[in-house]
């Protein structure tokens, strides 16, 4: 009951919290650390075959990111798989160099997506929905993992790794970096993430937000980029399957609390957020009833 509670003010509060003691174990942590870096010292032409510009591809090695509507561009390189639940022959789609990633990589995302659907069900007993709301469908699609790797910037103050944006999932845990970066919107100022071993920080995704009817906030945040040292970060989302309608729940919808978002499949809503930029005033502008 005590974390239940927790979780949900930290929720509805701050929309982001650190969770430790999670079952996930240090050693598959540690392990999905090393790979990764690995893979971002691997030589150019070892990663190129992977590199990819096509948006629609789920595996791919893509530099930077350009958002539409301003064209800038940001100082981060990205490692993004789709993985099945469970991950079965998805593997065979992500790269085979280094050659421990694929195991290490599945090893790490079955008990980190378990830890997502552990979190809603909480969320889902604090909120008076049934615990098992958010399983099937609502969570059905590809658990999606990047790999942000942030080298050394050569003029920190003038750009920034990922821009303020918010996740367009239903919830997001990120393994931080122990080297500090990441940075919250709150009351209208920005505040350092503090990182602490072993411990996931979670976030609410736009989607999540909708399903709630609002209770639970989708927060900005952004990447910071540094002078002296190599940032890598892995965050981990869990999402619908493409066709599935999402809208407020009913039992968050009553007398006196109408419906504040419209109802969208998720393929809708990506076709939308791809549209009109990740920023959230834009998004809620576009879902909103």
């Not at 003691?21 to 650390?33: P, T």
């Not at 958010?134 to 699609?141: A, P, Q």
């Not at 590809?142 to 367009?168: E, F, K, M, Q, S």
């Not at 989708?218 to 002078?227: D, F, G, K, L, W």
Request: proline share 7%.
């Amino acid at each position: 009951d005590e974390v239940r509670r927790a979780v949900l003010d930290a929720g509805k509060e701050l929309g982001f919290f650190q969770v430790v003691n999670h079952g996930v174990s240090a050693e598959a942590i540690r392990d999905m650390e090393a790979v990764c870096a690995e893979f971002f010292r691997l030589p150019a032409e070892e990663k190129a075959a992977f590199y990819s510009e096509d948006t629609d591809k789920p595996n791919r090695l893509f530099s930077s990111t350009t958002y539409e509507l301003g064209d800038e561009k940001y100082w981060r390189d990205c490692l993004r798989l789709a993985c099945g639940s469970p991950v079965g022959d998805t593997k065979n789609n992500w790269p085979d160099k280094p050659k421990k990633l694929r195991e290490v990589v599945e090893k790490f995302v079955e008990p980190t997506r378990g830890v997502g659907m552990e979190l809603l069900r909480l969320l889902c007993e604090g909120m008076g929905l049934r615990p098992d709301y958010f399983e099937g469908d609502l969570t059905g699609g590809d658990v999606i993992i990047n790999v942000n790797h942030y080298p050394p910037c050569p003029a920190p103050g003038l750009t920034l790794g990922l821009p303020p944006h918010c996740d367009r999932n239903l919830i997001t845990l990120l393994l931080q970096s122990t080297v500090p970066g990441l940075q919250v919107s709150y009351k209208g100022d920005w505040i350092n993430v503090e990182s602490v071993p072993n411990a996931f920080v979670v976030n609410f995704g736009h989607l999540l937000e909708i399903a709630t009817n609002g209770v639970l906030k989708s927060i900005e945040h952004r990447a910071m980029t540094n002078a002296a040292l190599a940032r890598t970060s892995v965050a981990t989302f869990i999402m619908p399957a493409a066709d599935i309608p999402i809208g407020p729940a009913e039992e968050l919808v009553g007398e006196g609390n109408p419906p504040r978002y419209r109802t969208v499949t998720f393929d809708e809503f990506m076709r939308v957020y791809k549209t009109v930029g990740a920023r959230r005033e834009s998004v809620e502008k576009a879902f909103k009833l």
